[in-house]
């Protein structure tokens, strides 16, 4: 089953900041986020190990909470290039098989 | 150079045909996945090569057969085509099968079968 993500849809002013939230039912390892722009392939943004560690990038963040199952995705002071569909993809074990969230379209306008 | 490179990029057929997309990968990874995007934008995986070894076989029709004449290639032919086949068709690759290790995506395959 694929995990959660919400919300489903955002629609931000340049300067807004945003959480996308992504939730499994299974005991996870590490959660991988991506960005996906219109007609493009996925782009890696980063991966979060068991360990609540909390990773960031430019003004991209990740937390990882393995108790809950969860793991959050802040963006702040969002640039119009943030514009895509963030998908998490949830580790669960065993071989190589990331699983990925239901997604979440994010638009950025000026 | 691209990474992870998949052909076509287009795919319009006819119900009933048979067709392949095939994918090469030149950053020496030994796992190689493929994954369908259908129109709600989901990513589900299909298949995971390592080293030319199928690993994880989704729950996917027999008319999928994937085959790996190299680590560096992963190709898809799907037999009889049907209109639900219709999708992107992601390749990938990744170092490894452990948890921490980054997938790279090809750019897709879009696939209309009419």
């Known amino acids: 089953q694929q995990p959660v993500q919400s919300p489903q849809a955002v629609i931000l002013r340049e300067g807004e900041d945003a959480v996308i939230n992504c939730s499994s039912s299974k005991a996870l390892y590490s959660v991988h986020w991506y960005r996906q722009k219109h007609g493009e392939a996925p782009i890696f943004l980063m991966i979060?190990?068991?360990?609540?560690e909390q990773k960031g990038h430019d003004k991209i963040s990740a937390s990882f909470n393995e108790k809950k199952q969860q793991s959050s995705l802040y963006l702040t002071a969002s640039q119009l290039s943030y514009s895509g569909t963030y998908f998490c993809?949830?580790?669960?074990?065993?071989?190589?098989?990331?699983?990925f969230g239901t997604g979440t379209k994010l638009q950025v306008i000026p | 150079d691209t990474a992870v490179s998949q052909t076509p990029k287009y795919l319009v057929t006819q119900m009933g045909n048979d067709k392949s997309i095939k994918c090469e990968q030149n950053?020496?990874?030994?796992?190689m996945y493929w994954y369908k995007q259908d129109s709600k934008k989901f990513l589900k995986i299909m298949f995971s090569?390592?080293?030319?070894?199928?690993?994880i076989n989704e729950t996917v029709p027999n008319r999928f057969s994937p085959k790996s004449p190299d680590k560096a290639h992963l190709n898809l032919h799907i037999n009889s085509l049907e209109l639900g086949d219709s999708a992107v068709y992601f390749c990938?690759?990744?170092?490894?099968?452990?948890?921490?290790?980054?997938?790279?995506f090809g750019e897709g395959s879009w696939l209309t079968v009419v």
């Open positions: 090569y390592n080293n030319k070894e199928l690993i």
């Open positions: 993809g949830a580790f669960s074990g065993g071989y190589q098989k990331v699983t």
């Open positions: 950053l020496g990874h030994d796992t």
């Open positions: 990938a690759s990744s170092q490894g099968t452990l948890s921490g290790n980054t997938i790279y």
């Open positions: 979060l190990l068991k360990g609540g």
